[in-house]
């Protein structure tokens, strides 16, 4: 049983990059699944959430309108597509699973190790 963020890599600001979160031994469905994100120093930060029963989205401040999150229940899958990426969007960007959107740390019960997003020039 685990969860697996991929996708990650390095890109200039303003561009894009689509991030994965794979599920093994277990179904997505119907648990929220929600992406986190941490600087070294620190604390990880919710970014953003999407239901697992009506498929509802929330975001963050900074990376509404630019991220986007999305679930393919058939392939037992989730991404974070973020666009126009800013230099303070450079994290470990993480995916985990709940009972529901919570927006934080708790409740979250299964974690993906993390994939590194670097945003320079």
């Known amino acids: 049983v685990q969860l697996q963020a991929s996708g990650g890599g390095l890109v200039q600001p303003g561009g894009s990059l689509r991030l994965s979160c794979a599920a093994s031994?277990?179904?997505?469905?119907?648990?929220?699944i929600s992406w986190f994100r941490q600087v070294p120093g620190k604390e990880r930060e919710a970014i953003s959430c999407i239901s697992g029963s009506d498929g509802h989205t929330n975001y963050i401040d900074s990376v509404r309108g630019r991220f986007t999150i999305s679930r393919d229940n058939a392939k037992n899958t989730a991404h974070l597509q973020m666009n126009s990426l800013k230099p303070e969007d450079t994290a470990v960007y993480y995916c985990?699973?709940?009972?529901?959107?919570?927006?934080?740390?708790?409740?979250?019960?299964?974690w993906g190790k993390g994939t590194l997003v670097t945003v320079s020039s």
């Open positions: 031994g277990f179904t997505l469905n119907p648990w929220s």
């Open positions: 985990a699973t709940g009972a529901s959107c919570t927006m934080n740390s708790v409740g979250m019960d299964k």
